[in-house]
């Protein structure tokens, strides 16, 4: 019994011996997992933390980049804008020159064309002064027959046609001085009711007389054929008349160049045409010079793009013409085949 009792206690004492060390076992299994738990936090939160502080490094990287790149830009904006500047004023620079340049070539031509009146003018006045001294004279006489009343109103009569051809002949004139001062003034943008048959005839000549005046060798068949049924139409006149001056010139150029390599048989002309086609109307001018080869034909209307020689011309004549008739909602193309004929076609509204 008593060796029965100790074998029991010895049981027991394994046994809690054994639930002790189950224990520590687990115990210390739980342990060390709480300690590897709080390792793992303490390195991810060292990894959080290395991320956000090469996080902060990036963020203050890429500000300073961004303020850079900032810099570059406002300084690339402000030399853009300064070259944008120069470009307009060189734009400015380039229509004012070919705006005089149009202007010199006419100015000789509109010489030529007010000389005329002004000759009629004289002429008529120093008329006049001969008569109003011969109707003196007979004033003079004492006997007042009624053949010198005859003679003296015959005389008053003759007077009179005078004074209306000076009249006539000083409009002419002052139409003339007006043509150029409009010519010479700044487009003030405003649309006026407008003779385009008168306006491109009176180009016409100008043009022709100034070409004239620069080479006195020069002679040019001009033909005319203007709708006579063509009404009034809205334009900005001197614009238009930059355009037809523009035109004439470039056809009165072609002609001369052919006329250099041709035989005497050849005989410049030029043809300009006017009509009115339904709610257009429509301006042809056609030489029959040296034309315009097929693979330029589509560049003549860029800036500053010219087939004369250096210093003959801008290259903005055809380019500013364009923009033009493009302003007036119109078209301005071109028919050619080279050497034979170029002819422009412009069209503008018949309002």
Partial sequence: MYLLDISMQTSVIIGISAMVVLFSSFLIAFISNQRQKLQFHKNLQAIHEQQQQAL?????????RVKERTEELLKQKNNLQVALSDLKASQLQLVQKEKMASLGEIASGIAHEIQNPLNFVNNFAEINAELVSEIKDLLALENDTVNNRGEMKILIEDVNKNLQKIHQHGKRADAIVKSMLQHSRSSSGQKESTDINTLTEEYLRLAYHGQKARD???????????????????IIPNDISRVLLNLYNNAFYAVTEKSKVSGDGFEPTISVSTKKLGDKI??????????????????????????????????????????????????????????????????????
Avoid at 56 to 64: A, G, K
Avoid at 287 to 305: A, L, R, S, W
């Fill in 216 to 234: 006195s060798s020069f002679n040019a068949i001009l033909r005319t054929d203007f709708d006579s049924g063509m009404d009034r139409i809205s």
């Fill in 282 to 351: 429509e301006i042809r001018i056609k030489d029959n010079g040296t034309g315009v080869p097929e693979k330029i034909k589509e560049k003549i209307f860029q800036p500053f793009f010219t087939t004369k020689p250096t210093g003959v011309g801008t290259g903005l004549g055809l380019s500013l013409s364009y923009e033009i008739i493009k302003a007036h909602q119109g078209e301005l193309t071109v028919n050619s085949a080279e050497g034979e004929f170029t002819e422009f076609v412009i069209e503008l509204p018949a309002i």
């Fill in 56 to 64: 902060i490094e990036q963020n203050l990287q890429l500000e300073d």
